[in-house]
């Protein structure tokens, strides 16, 4: 999995009232769904709510990525202590207290977070302006000027209630 595509699955964990963030189990479930590996020490209370303070910190950028100014309050994640990891293929971060899956799951995104944002492309990770959805998608218009995560749902209602609105004005 590449760093867009877990910063997009991380910050699309919660879907209106289902949380796969809301405790241990719930995160386990969620990532061997995804492919991962568990490890060793279930994740505790703490740590998955650094995660969900994580997901809001990728949404919060990915807003801002799509133009609307939001405020990221990232002192939550002063809990989650990160070293450098210079043993694989490429440098990365691991979490200090190595096998919990929370913390796993928290420096990758980090680190992830971290090579994304460097990147030419980070403009192109975006949250839908819909006030109701916030999905979190990769933008692969020509000019980046994609604003929905669906032009069909998010971006046609936006615009009826536009349409609506300019309409009620001149009526009356």
């Not at 691991?94 to 995104?109: C, E, F, W």
């Not at 839908?128 to 980046?144: A, P, Q, Y």
């Amino acid at each position: 999995m590449d760093d867009e595509e877990l910063l997009i699955a991380v910050a699309n964990t919660a879907h209106g009232a289902d949380d796969e963030l809301a405790d241990g189990r719930s995160v386990r479930q969620w990532w061997r769904g995804l492919g991962g590996r568990s490890a060793p020490r279930p994740a505790d209370a703490e740590a998955v709510a650094l995660l969900r303070t994580l997901r809001a910190v990728i949404r919060a950028l990915a807003l801002r990525n799509n133009g609307i100014d939001s405020a990221v309050d990232a002192a939550a994640l002063d809990g989650l202590t990160l070293r450098p990891d210079l043993g694989g293929d490429a440098p990365g971060l691991r979490a200090d207290a190595a096998g919990d899956l929370a913390r796993d799951i928290g420096a990758a995104t980090v680190a992830a977070l971290l090579r994304a944002s460097a990147r030419p492309s980070w403009p192109r990770l975006k949250a839908c302006r819909g006030e109701d959805c916030r999905w979190v998608f990769l933008d692969g218009s020509r000019n980046t000027s994609r604003r929905w995560c669906d032009m069909a749902a998010c971006g046609n209602r936006a615009k009826s209630t536009a349409f609506r609105s300019r309409h009620r004005g001149a009526d009356a």
